[in-house]
């Protein structure tokens, strides 16, 4: 599983309305994106913490979290430069989405936590990659600069899931993999990093 390409991981591409979107929304896809940066680094933190005891878990994650607020420095600067001030905004129903379906006990959930990780950096690299050659060349050349980290988070994630797992975890991505591919293609009313296509 974890040798899989994103592309073959991800059940569908982003639409292109979502696209559309974002060349529309640029102000709000770099609050959010910076949002989901900060949100990555501090789940990796929580997960460090939770699961002290599994070394390899820790190492990874300490060095994603790393990463994760690298990139939101990145962009919070790139915010400052094009005058786009940091605001809250709601949270899209994505990941949340895939959460509801978690298991409750483990280390079932723990399995879930990573494989929904992996969607989450695999559907971020995607998009990355879809939407930097419609950007501007500075944005587009960052966009383009975080695909080789972000799947390296997904694989990552991926493969501490089926080490965790003691048992194949095909059945829980396959299921995982719909449910993301459904969040994906249903119209949101607000555009978001990880929304859907406009309502």
Known sequence: MSTQTITTFLHNATPQGWIDAALANQEILLIDHANCE????????????????RSDLVLKMSRLAREELRHFEQVMGFMKR????NRNLSASRYAEGMRKQMATYEPNKLVDVLIIGAFIEARSCERFQSIAPHLDEELGSFYTSLLKSESR??????????LYAGAPIDERVAMFRDIEAELIERPDSDFRFHS???A
Do not use: I, Q
Not at 47 to 52: A, E, H, P, V
């Open 38 to 53: 900060k949100k990555a680094a501090a789940t990796a933190v929580n997960l460090m913490f939770r699961y002290s005891d």
């Open 82 to 85: 094009r005058g786009a001030e």
């Open 153 to 162: 988070h997904f694989r990552d994630y991926l493969a501490l899931a089926e």
């Open 196 to 198: 859907g296509p406009p």
